[in-house]
């Protein structure tokens, strides 16, 4: 008998060594983030807004197991005796620190045996037996779980009040100037996708936007802007909010974006234990959605809708097509964007030339998650892909969608059809915002 390798046995090749690559590549990025604090501070809860990070670690296994071995790989359970503690909608965050969680060793064995698990399933796994593992979908999935638990365990390390565990060199420098708005002209644009394997199912289907011309600022509004928005009285002007912002404003004493203190005649932001002087030049992080709309009401301008963000990301005049990313289609290296905990705090604007859109537009994936004018809401044709629980419960209302990644956010999490949600009071998530304007009758005739 002749053993013949075709190309398909390539691919397939191929792609379970991407799948495990991945994999490691986001365990490595875990264990950075719960072996950077004892157990002490694994098992705190440093807000109620957060889980204990021991609930995270196990939570990401958790999951890998429910997804990749019991269903994925049709095997016996690890643990199915926990299922129950690491369930998010079972338990409120305020309530898991008093739950009897795996203790920080046992969490790591636990992880180490369902990864050991995946890994021998992945060796015989032909990605063409279900919707589920087609094109690798599930490890995709789970990959971008486990990335996203790894952005929220960010986040808790820079609510902590215990002495500073992260360190990163900082960002890069600006290296042009950036112009302050740009106008985006009328027509379709394709939105969302059909074709990304790995995009989520609120990400889904591809479909025709018809948007009218538009403004949208060329980068995302900075410390200095909105340091401007604080000394004209911005927080003390029921003009610029909403009612439901103004309401919020009142109850939580908002004066200033979260982790910010006056400092002489200007500010100093806290970033992840170590006080320093805010830089105007920086976007600014760490705004809820209603302090984003305040501002932008008081700039005389309005947050983008998220398909105007989209729009400003993906489409190009040039051939009609919606990219992946701005710059193209190609993953982002190290010169389009700040992403992936690379950096602990958002690059000064201008820093990131190589990533911006054809129009002109910057800084649109990572840096900070912008906060989009539009509610979380299901594509025309949306179906929920696997489980109603990612997107399709948090549809309504009640949610803002916030768009492009952070600096915390890794390349596996984000691309230009990405959907992040979230209330609009929250600005614990490393959020900010741009802002948008209809087009003057004047820009629109050119
Ligand atoms: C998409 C970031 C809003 O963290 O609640 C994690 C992602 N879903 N586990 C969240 C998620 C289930 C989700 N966000
Ligand atoms: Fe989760």
């Not at 196990?58 to 690890?78: F, S, T, Y």
Request: aromatic content about 10%.
């Amino acid at each position: 008998m002749t053993e013949t390798t075709t190309t398909a046995d390539l691919d397939v090749a191929r792609l379970r060594d991407r799948i495990a690559a991945e994999l490691d590549r986001t365990r490595a990025r875990t264990v950075l983030l719960t072996s950077a604090v004892d157990d002490d501070e694994l098992t705190r809860q440093h807000s109620p807004l957060m889980s204990p990070l021991v609930w995270d670690l196990a939570h990401v296994g958790n999951q890998e197991e429910l997804w990749l071995v019991r269903d994925v790989g049709g095997r016996e359970p690890v643990r199915c005796d926990i299922d129950e503690l690491y369930d998010a909608f079972k338990q409120p965050r305020r309530d898991r620190p008093r739950l009897p969680l795996l203790a920080p060793t046992e969490a790591r064995a636990y992880l180490g045996t369902v990864r050991d698990k995946v890994l021998d399933l992945l060796d015989g796994i032909r990605f063409t037996d279900r919707p589920l593992v087609t094109d690798g979908f599930a490890f995709g999935m789970i990959v971008q779980h486990e990335q996203q638990h790894d952005e929220t365990m960010l986040a808790t390390h820079q609510l902590r009040a215990g002495a500073p565990a992260l360190t990163a060199p900082p960002p890069p420098q600006p290296r042009v100037r950036v112009a302050d708005e740009v106008l985006v002209p009328a027509g379709p644009f394709t939105m969302g996708t059909s074709t990304d394997a790995w995009a989520l199912d609120n990400e889904r289907p591809a479909h025709r936007v018809d948007l009218p011309a538009y403004v949208i600022d060329a980068a995302p509004v900075t410390n200095g802007a909105y340091r401007a928005f604080i000394a004209d009285g911005g927080y003390d002007d029921p003009r610029w909010w909403s009612e439901a912002g103004w309401q919020h404003r009142h109850e939580a004493g908002l004066t200033a974006p979260l982790h910010w203190r006056p400092d002489g005649s200007g500010w100093a932001y806290r970033r992840f234990g170590r006080w320093s002087p805010v830089r105007d030049d920086e976007p600014v992080v760490h705004v809820s959605f209603h302090e984003a709309q305040a501002y932008a009401t008081w700039a005389g301008k309005r947050l983008p809708t998220e398909a105007e963000w989209e729009k400003a990301a993906r489409w190009d005049p040039a051939t009609g097509r919606s990219r992946r990313w701005p710059w193209g289609d190609a993953d982002p290296t190290t010169e389009h964007a700040n992403l992936g905990q690379r950096h602990l705090w958002p690059a000064p604007v201008g820093a990131y030339p190589a990533g911006a859109s054809p129009l002109g537009v910057h800084q649109l994936i990572g840096d900070v998650w912008e906060w989009t004018a539009s509610t979380f809401r299901g594509y025309p044709g949306f179906a929920a892909f696997p489980y109603q629980e990612y997107s399709q419960v948090f549809f309504g209302p009640d949610h803002r969608v916030l768009r492009g990644g952070s600096f915390g956010t890794d390349r596996a999490a984000c691309r230009g059809t990405f959907r992040n949600w979230d209330y609009p009071i929250r600005r614990q998530i490393f959020s900010g915002f741009r802002c948008a304007r209809d087009a003057t009758d004047a820009e629109v005739r050119g």
